[in-house]
């Protein structure tokens, strides 16, 4: 079984669908084996993307992602990683398919509503992030 992270955003968490977006999470074959419910510190936030430091873009997103309330949910299912990105659909919710997530909830390609692991590895260090494994369900 392969993990993903997921992050429902302080945009989404505002909007107050977060109840959509983990129905979608059942209704698409994920098993949650994590969730909570935080609100980042910049500094964790820095940490967590770190790898966009040198983005022009980094600030506002550390700055979005500390604006309030977030929810980090760590999703098991056999292809998680591909899957989970299927179903959020693109950065942009301009580009994003009809019947993703970012297409029916984001507000734009910052505000976006959730976040996806991109890649099998980095599933697994980002869930580690959030949630040491004596914690997993
Ligand atoms: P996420 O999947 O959480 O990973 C990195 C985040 O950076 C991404 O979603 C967006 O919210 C944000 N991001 C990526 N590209 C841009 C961009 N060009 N402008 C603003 N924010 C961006």
């Known amino acids: 079984m392969e993990r993903t ?48 430091k040198e983005r022009p873009f980094f600030k506002d997103l550390v700055e979005f992602m500390t604006s309030g309330a977030c929810i980090p949910i760590a999703l098991e299912r056999e292809n998680a990683v591909a899957e989970w990105r299927k179903l959020i659909g693109a950065t942009d919710p301009a580009e994003a398919e009809e019947g993703t997530i970012r297409k029916l909830f984001a507000n734009s390609k910052s505000e976006n509503a959730v976040h996806g692991s991109d890649s099998v590895e980095n599933g697994k260090i980002e869930v580690g992030f959030f949630f040491p494994e004596s914690e997993i369900i």
Do not use: W
């Open 5 to 52: 992270l997921c992050i429902i955003k302080p945009d989404a968490v505002k909007k107050n669908v977060q109840g959509n977006i983990i129905r979608m999470i059942s209704e698409n074959g994920f098993r949650i084996i994590g969730m909570r419910l935080i609100k980042l510190t910049s500094e964790q936030a820095g940490k967590f993307y770190a790898i966009h």
